[in-house]
């Protein structure tokens, strides 16, 4: 018989344990778009009218995991970049890829954040998400620029192709069942659908290059 949660402590760890069984449903179902409240409930262990003691909403409890992305992300690339002073464009770059990829929900959610996340939730929910996530973002920013040769501005172009491209690539890397055979019997449409990190990395270190080689006046450049 399931209890309801009487403390703030269990509330709490009732909350967790949600956002937990949704981080595991994801990569089991493949992606979030594919998960239901129903099946987080009963992955958690609660009766399924319990979740709405806790998010109001499907889009809330994902919004709340990519909000924890963006500080995941963030404590990924401090903890790398600690002490670094001299990283190049294609360096920076790199090291951009290499910490979103490791984190493949929050690939996941950057998709769906724009979509439908953060504008199908309650209007504070949605200020909470906006000011923490910027909040993560410009550490971010300063965090390459002390590690680096390129501008805050350029940085934030740069974040800025990197969560396009992440939110894209992710999906097209890994496609449905049905788009998984489609491309076994059509090899040339396959070609999208792989390597996801690889392509990120080029992508973004042809940005990051691009960018500083703009900010460089014409005869100031070397042949």
């Avoid at 309650?122 to 200020?127: D, K, L, N, P, Q």
Wanted: net charge negative; glycine share 8%.
């Amino acid at each position: 018989m399931h209890q309801r949660a009487r403390s703030q402590e269990a509330k709490l760890r009732r909350a967790e344990d949600l956002l937990d069984a949704a981080r595991v449903l994801a990569t089991e179902l493949g992606g979030v778009r594919h998960l239901t409240l129903a099946a987080v409930t009963e992955a958690a262990g609660l009766h399924p009218s319990a979740v709405r003691r806790y998010f109001a909403s499907k889009e809330e409890l994902l919004l709340e995991l990519a909000e924890r992305g963006w500080n995941q992300w963030r404590d990924a690339l401090s903890a790398r970049l600690a002490g670094t002073r001299d990283l190049g464009p294609r360096e920076v770059a790199a090291e951009v890829s290499t910490t979103i990829a490791g984190l493949p929900l929050f690939c996941d959610l950057l998709t769906h954040v724009p979509l439908s996340l953060e504008g199908d939730v309650g209007i504070e929910r949605a200020r909470r998400y906006k000011t923490n996530s910027f909040a993560a973002f410009d550490v971010i920013v300063d965090t390459l620029v002390t590690a680096g040769a390129m501008t805050a501005g350029q940085v934030q172009d740069l974040l800025a192709a990197a969560l396009g491209l992440t939110a894209n690539l992710w999906q097209l890397s890994h496609p449905t069942a049905t788009l998984a055979e489609l491309y076994v019997q059509e090899p040339r449409w396959g070609h999208a659908a792989l390597d996801f990190e690889g392509r990120l990395t080029r992508l973004l270190q042809a940005t990051a290059v691009g960018l500083t080689a703009a900010a460089v006046p014409v005869g100031e450049r070397s042949a």
